[in-house]
């Protein structure tokens, strides 16, 4: 993403990874009319010629990326109109490139495509707030603070009940793989690893989902895991690498091997309490 800062007319960000989008702290007002993409250093924003790519996806896949972070943060506003000979000329991509990300951006509901139309921004209302890539948007722009919030209080939703019902499946091999992450996340903790702690934090929530048997949680395990990879805002047992975290995931793993599912809720509710500082966005877990 971008890191150097953007032009106050363009809306663009300076040349750099293009792998997260440096927002401004608040919310851009809404610009309706064509993007202006005249005037500004024609390095900003160029793609076709950067190595280092959006997580390895290739060039519609950074400029999906770039693009979609400019709609979240408001610098592409709704109704804003987007039109493709512009943006490959913009970023020096082919209209192939540019044809693909807008497709992309179409299915997470941030632009909509019709004849006699064009290509334009569509209202907040209408994106797919549980995208995977909008929910790490969002938690990186103006409206960062909503989206962690809400991710709280939707893994609080979530989780408790995949524990429960985790433990009434008895699988010993997920659950063994359950015992090892928790080995793992305390090894790293133990070396101060905190990018493997989270890795194999992420893997133990993402297979506690998976082990609930319900294909309708398992669908939302990528909520899980994006809200994993988002850090500050309300905070929750696993986004701080301690030893109550550890003994908590420990927990969960001794009540789903005793097949108890009433303490595998308790024990993931215990986890995902917030800390005091945002004590209003989640109640504090109730004993059974």
């Given at each position: 993403m971008m890191t150097a800062a953007r032009s106050a007319d363009s809306g663009l960000a300076s040349p750099g990874e293009l792998d997260r989008y440096p927002y401004a702290d608040a919310p851009a007002v809404d610009r309706?009319?064509?993007?202006?993409?005249?005037?500004?250093d024609p390095e900003l924003g160029r793609v076709?010629?950067?190595?280092?790519?959006?997580?390895?996806?290739?060039?519609?896949g950074q400029l999906v990326q770039q693009l979609g972070q400019m709609i979240v943060s408001g610098d592409l506003g709704a109704d804003r109109p987007?039109?493709?000979?512009?943006?490959?000329?913009?970023?020096?991509?082919?209209?192939?490139?540019?044809?693909?990300?807008?497709?992309?951006?179409?299915?997470?509901g941030l632009v909509s495509a019709r004849p006699n139309v064009g290509t334009r921004v569509r209202p907040v209302s209408d994106w797919n707030l549980l995208d995977p890539d909008i929910i790490e948007w969002r938690a990186f722009g103006p409206q960062r603070d909503d989206q962690r919030r809400e991710l709280s209080e939707l893994r609080w939703t979530i989780e408790p009940l995949a524990a429960r019902l985790a433990a009434g499946h008895g699988r010993?091999?997920?659950?063994q793989r359950l015992a090892d992450m928790v080995g793992i996340m305390g090894h790293a903790m133990g070396q101060g690893d905190a990018l493997t702690f989270s890795r194999a934090d992420a893997e133990f929530h993402s297979l506690?989902?998976?082990?609930?048997?319900?294909?309708?949680?398992?669908?939302?395990?990528?909520?899980?895991?994006?809200?994993?990879?988002?850090?500050?805002?309300?905070v929750t047992g696993c986004d701080r690498p301690n030893e109550a975290s550890l003994t908590q995931h420990g927990?969960?793993?001794?009540?789903?091997?005793?097949g108890d599912g009433a303490a595998a809720e308790t024990a993931m509710r215990q986890l995902l309490t917030v800390h005091p500082e945002v004590e209003r966005v989640v109640p504090a877990p109730r004993e059974h």
């Open positions: 309706v009319g064509a993007p202006a993409w005249e005037g500004v076709s010629r950067r190595a280092a790519g959006s997580r390895g996806r290739g060039l519609h987007l039109v493709p000979e512009e943006i490959g000329q913009r970023f020096e991509v082919s209209r192939t490139v540019v044809r693909e990300s807008l497709r992309v951006l179409e299915a997470k010993e091999d997920v659950q506690l989902i998976q082990m609930a048997g319900n294909r309708m949680l398992e669908h939302l395990s990528g909520i899980v895991s994006a809200a994993l990879q988002v850090s500050g805002g309300p927990r969960i793993v001794d009540a789903l091997a005793a």
